[in-house]
């Protein structure tokens, strides 16, 4: 399979959540479930109209297809854990590992280009398999969580 990536754009929104929700539906067949899984992901809606419009987020099609292989969103963060700039990937999803290998790749080679300090991934959904050979580290600031609601 060939892959073609690009930028994503806001009319590709319906498509990712398309792709999203059969992924639910795979994992969780109790609709209840898939609900509640649905309220705490990382490609919420909220979530995907803040990501798309800052142009860092990616994903790949099937070049004779044109269907939708996988994406990741991400943002650049300034100032964290000491480093000036930085690429946040927030969430990775994909429907085969050449696909989830490429946009990690794609990640990476983002940073570096646009001269980054680091790049940030998810440790989750087979993610460390694929940057391996970037030579990863797991990264954990001593850093203390407060909620502000209750739950």
């Excluded at 609900?35 to 142009?55: C, D, Q, T």
Aim: glycine content about 6%; charged content about 25%; aromatic content about 10%.
């Amino acid at each position: 399979m060939s892959l073609v990536c690009r930028v994503i754009q806001a009319e590709d929104l319906q498509e990712i959540l398309d792709l999203e929700n059969k992924k639910l539906q795979d994992a969780y067949p109790d609709e209840m479930e898939r609900m509640i899984a649905g309220w705490n992901s990382k490609f919420r809606v909220e979530a995907l109209n803040h990501y798309i419009p800052l142009g860092w987020s990616f994903l790949a099609r099937d070049q004779e297809t044109n269907k939708l292989a996988g994406y990741f969103i991400a943002q650049p963060l300034l100032f964290l854990d000491g480093q000036t700039q930085s690429l946040w990937v927030e969430h990775v999803q994909y429907l085969s590992l050449q696909a989830r290998d490429e946009l990690c790749e794609l990640a990476y080679k983002l940073g570096r280009e646009k001269h980054l300090q680091r790049v940030y991934f998810p440790s989750e959904n087979g993610v460390a398999n694929s940057v391996q050979a970037f030579k990863p580290e797991t990264w954990q600031p001593g850093t203390l969580r407060v909620k502000t609601t209750k739950g």
